[in-house]
């Protein structure tokens, strides 16, 4: 088993044996959520890793579907028991990969994808050279904007936080091994698939 890492900061590189390790981050709005959820209907072999969180469930989100959704206290026992492979604060709120579930299909072969945030991406590509890094991006920030208004799930004030933030992630695309505009859904969407089954 891999020496990994539990806190943010500088990791020691692994290789990853058989399957491979995906990363999928953009700014929030950009539609990540609705990316993955397609991609996951019409590719059922993915394994996408469900995130514990202690940000509050949206309408209609489920829990152990969406995310796990859990207390501050309870993710920060996570945190020290080590059961993250990766985890950071944004927007207010705790994000964490559970660690063994991603390892053991990756391990049998499984081709598994993380959507999560840049500091969580910094994290993975640093224990993980080999695991491929996509970046999302909005084809313009008012268009970002309108999406994330457009979804009509977040406050005035987790809207503010996410466009602050959303400035510094798409200045950091270029640390990505691809960026994809998602303009129009289908060819984004298209060009994910190329990228992960060819
Ligand atoms: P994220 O997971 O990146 O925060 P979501 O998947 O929740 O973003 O998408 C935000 C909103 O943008 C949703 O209402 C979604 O339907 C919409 N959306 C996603 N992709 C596109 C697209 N290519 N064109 C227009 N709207 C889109
Ligand atoms: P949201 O609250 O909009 O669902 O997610 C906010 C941000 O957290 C998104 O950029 C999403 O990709 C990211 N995120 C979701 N799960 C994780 C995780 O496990 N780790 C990290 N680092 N980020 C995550």
């Known amino acids: 088993m891999p020496v990994l890492p539990i806190h943010n ?26 990316l993955m959820q397609t991609l996951l209907q019409r590719h059922p072999e993915l394994y ?3 995130s514990v969180t202690t940000r509050s469930p949206r309408t209609g989100e489920i829990n152990g579907k969406n995310y796990d959704f859990t207390s501050r206290s309870q993710f920060e026992q996570l945190v020290a028991q080590g059961e993250f492979l990766e985890w ?21 072969g499984t081709l598994v994808v993380l ?6 991406a910094r994290q993975i590509r640093a224990s993980y050279p080999n695991a491929l890094s996509i970046f999302i991006l909005p084809p313009s920030f008012s268009e970002l904007e309108k999406r994330i ?8 004030e987790a809207i ?25 859904f289908e060819t984004a969407l298209h060009e994910i698939e190329t990228i992960l089954f060819t």
């Open 115 to 120: 959507e999560i945030e840049l500091e969580g």
């Open 9 to 34: 900061g500088a990791n020691t590189p692994e290789n990853l044996p058989l399957g491979k390790l995906i990363v999928l981050t953009g700014p929030s709005g950009v539609g990540k959520g609705t």
């Open 149 to 156: 208004r457009g979804r009509g799930q977040d406050s005035e």
């Open 48 to 50: 996408y890793s469900v």
């Open 88 to 108: 950071a604060e944004f927007a207010g709120n705790y994000y964490g990969t559970p660690r063994a579930a991603v390892l053991e299909h990756i391990q049998s």
């Open 160 to 184: 503010a936080r996410r466009l602050g933030r959303a400035l510094e992630e798409i200045q950091a695309a270029d640390e990505f091994d691809i960026q994809i505009v998602n303009d129009d």
